[in-house]
């Protein structure tokens, strides 16, 4: 299981009506578009009640997820009878982590929560537009994260009852629940489950065989296929080249060329990074680069910009004319500064509600190693450490940090 905090949402599913304004909303772009991503974004493990029973009735699971998800988030748009009616089971169960959302253009919001404080989107019908798509996921993943941070009551009955005792559920028997739904085969939050398990034990292959059921049953969810992807290529021995192959075309399904998606444009970068180290074909190395850059540039994504700066050390040191050596070094310098400017900006309380802080603080040390800094590079590799990352990121980690003490020795001879 992920030691993620846990986002459960209600809503409906599909296209649904709202029948006093006649207009018809596909609620899954809502989830697939806002919702699910920024509850990524924001750390948080996202389930959707579809995600966990396809009997359409609010079983013992759902009941202890209303009661104990670390965040609820409620879509109540077209009025959804059964949306509403967990929605109330979980303002009568928490008092605080809930937050409601719904499409602005719907002309009345029901009685008893028109005094209460909603999220608004807009709705296009078939879709969201991509500027209201990126507006509401940075927006909810703000809220999200502030409340996370301080726990306020946000359930009118708690407001107006101050007294009220919530009810509880022991954390064993939640535990016992949460492993129940882990153990099934058939729904996408025991495969997510399951593949994150495996990831932590290094058994890439059978992970990446989890990620690919969870994406057959997602219709192809970005995130799902990523994962595969990932997993994929991690699955890759010292001379194995077949993985990254198949790892290449798994996230081709999201067309890494004409994509803006950082992780999407990561992903790919790592694969032809891999395929260069196994073959040392320049050509791979290359397309590296450009995934990496690309995804610096136009998201100013750090794990890009630092594997942006990796692939010009590495072409560096293949490099023949001096004049290019000369680019490649001053450019590698440029970027690994301008991460490190942006990052410091942040305090460590900041980088520590931020769902990537691992990679956040693993980030600044190989930055600043490779810049020279070897106190502040030591500091931050303490507080990667301190975050007990699982192996395989420790692995990734110290690959980096081996390679640019190589390359540093070779350089200044020291």
């Known amino acids: 299981?992920?030691?993620?905090?846990?986002?459960?949402?209600?809503?409906?599913?599909?296209?649904?009506?709202?029948?006093?304004?006649?207009?018809?909303?596909?609620?899954?772009?809502?989830?697939?578009?806002?919702?699910?991503?920024?509850?990524?974004?924001?750390?948080?493990?996202?389930?959707?009640?579809?995600?966990?029973?396809?009997?359409?009735?609010?079983d013992r699971s759902m009941y202890a997820l209303l009661l104990r998800a670390d965040l609820v988030v409620a879509d109540i748009s077209t009025h959804n009878p059964n949306a509403l009616y967990e929605l109330g089971?979980?303002?009568?169960?928490?008092?605080?982590?809930?937050?409601?959302?719904?499409?602005?253009?719907?002309?009345?919001?029901?009685?008893?929560?028109?005094?209460?404080?909603?999220?608004?989107?807009e709705h296009l019908g078939k879709d969201i537009g991509a500027d209201e798509a990126k507006r509401c996921t940075d927006e909810l993943a703000s809220k999200m994260l502030k409340l996370k941070a301080a726990a306020a009551a946000d359930s009118p009955m708690y407001e107006m009852l101050s007294t009220v005792t919530p009810p509880t559920i022991s954390e064993e028997e939640f535990k016992q629940i949460l492993g129940e739904l882990a153990e099934r085969e058939n729904n996408i939050f025991a495969l997510r489950a399951g593949a994150e398990e495996l990831m932590a034990k290094n058994d890439f292959a059978s992970a990446a065989v989890k990620w690919r059921k969870a994406g057959e049953l997602s219709d192809g969810d970005s995130f799902f296929v990523q994962q595969e992807a990932l997993a994929t290529y991690?699955?890759?021995?010292?001379?194995?080249?077949?993985?990254?192959?198949d790892a290449l075309?798994?996230?081709?399904?999201?067309?890494?060329?004409?994509?803006?998606?950082?992780?999407?444009?990561?992903i790919t970068g790592a694969i032809y990074k891999r395929i260069f180290l196994r073959t040392g074909r320049e050509d791979a190395l290359e397309r590296a680069s450009r995934y990496y850059k690309h995804g610096f540039v136009v998201?100013?994504?750090?794990?890009?910009?630092?594997?942006?700066?990796?692939?010009?050390?590495?072409?560096?040191?293949?490099?023949?004319?001096?004049?290019?050596?000369?680019?490649?070094?001053?450019?590698?310098?440029?970027?690994?500064?301008?991460?490190?400017?942006?990052?410091?900006?942040?305090?460590?309380?900041?980088i520590a509600i931020m769902p990537d802080a691992l990679?956040?603080?693993?980030?600044?040390?190989?930055?600043?190693?490779?810049?020279?800094?070897c106190d502040k590079a030591k500091s931050f590799e303490d507080k990667f450490l301190d975050l007990k990352p699982l192996d395989w990121q420790i692995?990734?980690?110290?690959?980096?940090?081996?390679?640019?003490?190589?390359?540093?020795?070779?350089?200044?001879?020291?």
């Open 395 to 414: 692995e990734t980690f110290n690959q980096t940090k081996d390679d640019i003490e190589k390359r540093e020795k070779l350089r200044h001879g020291n």
């Open 359 to 373: 990679w956040v603080f693993a980030t600044l040390s190989n930055c600043y190693l490779a810049l020279r800094n």
């Open 249 to 266: 075309r798994i996230i081709g399904k999201l067309d890494p060329d004409n994509s803006n998606d950082p992780e999407t444009l990561g």
């Open 89 to 121: 089971v979980r303002h009568a169960a928490r008092p605080y982590s809930t937050i409601i959302i719904r499409d602005r253009t719907e002309k009345k919001i029901p009685f008893d929560l028109d005094h209460t404080r909603i999220f608004q989107y």
């Open 299 to 350: 998201a100013n994504d750090y794990y890009n910009g630092e594997n942006y700066a990796n692939c010009l050390d590495m072409a560096f040191d293949i490099a023949s004319q001096a004049d290019l050596k000369t680019y490649l070094r001053i450019e590698s310098e440029k970027t690994r500064q301008s991460i490190v400017d942006r990052l410091s900006k942040l305090d460590d309380s900041e």
């Open 234 to 245: 991690k699955s890759a021995g010292a001379e194995d080249i077949t993985p990254l192959t």
């Open 1 to 58: 299981m992920s030691d993620k905090p846990i986002c459960f949402v209600i809503m409906g599913f599909g296209k649904k009506t709202d029948f006093e304004t006649g207009k018809t909303i596909d609620l899954d772009k809502t989830y697939l578009n806002i919702i699910k991503p920024a509850a990524d974004q924001a750390g948080y493990q996202c389930v959707r009640a579809d995600e966990i029973d396809d009997s359409g009735l609010i």
